[in-house]
């Protein structure tokens, strides 16, 4: 069964240093694997996906993570953390199915 | 346009009412969702539609029934909730199944007093 850990219930980073949120997966088969952010009060936003065409995806707002299948991972990373990027993260997989399974969600906290 | 739009936004009910939640999504999408997010919590699924038939129930409690009129609308009737009902429900959709990523309106908020 597919399955998601999402290290680090709360991440503090100060403005200009770098976002690193860790995301572990299970999947029996090649998983489809998604970032999603959420803002206070709003519905969640897709900010990037990984579908086996390449193992270093670019999202939007500057956000990229890297798939790692020998570590069963998909980090997502940013350079540089702009205020605007306080928010909860979600990682997400799929086997390719209609279920997508969430992980517990990381609150990003941003320092000026 | 990857817009799903739901209304309304907030919606107080009584344990008695009959509510409806409604979605709506014009991307041509195949499948649709509902989900239920408590506070500090992950969405949770509920349904899914899959080409407008009920494909997955993850045994909701009756007093939810969900309804997909066409390929581009999705309702959520509401009847005799209880106040731990009391959540933001969201609705998704997606290309079709298979891996698809999901695009999610902005929720209603319901409180159920």
């Known amino acids: 069964a597919q399955s998601v850990t999402q290290l680090g219930s709360h991440v503090s980073v100060s403005e200009g240093a770098l976002v690193l949120l860790r995301c572990n997966y299970s999947?029996?088969?090649?998983?489809?694997l998604f970032w999603y952010v959420q803002y206070p009060n709003q519905g969640l936003q897709l900010l990037l996906k990984?579908?086996?065409?390449?193992?270093l995806v670019k999202g939007i707002n500057g956000f990229e993570a890297e798939f790692k299948k020998s570590e069963t991972s998909f980090h997502l990373t940013k350079p540089s953390a702009h205020m605007s990027d306080a928010a909860e993260y979600f990682c997400?997989?799929?086997?390719?199915?209609?279920?997508?399974?969430f992980g517990a969600g990381t609150i990003l906290r941003v320092k000026s | 346009d990857t817009e799903v739009t739901q209304t309304p936004k907030h919606l107080v009910m009584g344990m008695t009412n009959k509510k409806s939640l409604k979605c709506e999504q014009h991307?041509?999408?195949?499948?649709m969702y509902w989900y239920k997010q408590k506070a500090k919590k992950p969405p949770e699924l509920m349904f899914v539609y899959s080409y407008e038939k009920l494909s997955i129930n993850e045994s909701v409690p009756s007093r939810f029934s969900p309804e997909c009129p066409n390929s581009s609308l999705l309702n959520l009737h509401l009847h005799a909730l209880q106040p731990e009902d009391s959540a933001l429900y969201l609705c998704?959709?997606?290309?079709?199944?298979?891996?698809?990523?999901?695009?999610f309106g902005p929720g209603t908020r319901l409180t159920v007093t």
């Open positions: 998704a959709s997606s290309q079709g199944p298979g891996g698809y990523e999901q695009y």
């Open positions: 997400a997989v799929t086997e390719g199915g209609n279920k997508l399974v």
């Open positions: 990984y579908t086996s065409a390449a193992t």
């Open positions: 999947s029996s088969v090649p998983p489809y």
């Open positions: 991307m041509g999408h195949r499948a």
